[in-house]
Nanobody
Framework: QVQLVESGGGLVQPGGSLRLSCAASGSIFRIRTMGWYRRAPGKHREWIATSTSGGDTGYTDSVKGRFTISRDNAKNTVYLQMNSLKPEDTAVYYC??????????WGQGTQVTVSS
């Protein structure tokens, strides 16, 4: 069964940094465009970053310049480096394919809380 396991979340002060990881099982990872999504309290889940199998990246405007997505195909892992965190970045963070659901169901996510 293919699955996604996110980790690396936590409580951080505004302006701080975190690095999230998403480990994927299955051989399809390396051919898939992968992304990070988040669901803030009271809001729908939103896409925030994309990494193609070739390493091209894209970001939603609210995180551009602060977040960096990367991947290691040999480890079936995608990362999200988050810098200059803001309280509005507080959310549960998930990874999945882009578009979502192409071979993977949603994992449990990892909670990121930005607060002083």
């Amino acid at each position: 069964q293919v699955q996604l396991v996110e980790s690396g979340g936590g409580l951080v002060q505004p302006g701080g940094s975190l690095r999230l990881s998403c480990a994927a099982s299955g051989s399809i990872f390396r051919i898939r465009t992968m992304g990070w999504y988040r669901r803030a309290p009271g809001k729908h889940r939103e896409w925030i970053a994309t990494s193609t199998s070739g390493g091209d990246t894209g970001y939603t405007d609210s995180v551009k310049g602060r977040f960096t997505i990367s991947r290691d195909n040999a480890k079936n892992t995608v990362y999200l480096q988050m810098n200059s965190l803001k309280p509005e970045d507080t959310a549960v963070y998930y990874c999945n394919t882009v578009p979502a659901g192409l071979g993977y169901s949603w994992g449990q996510g990892t909670q990121v809380t930005v607060s002083s």
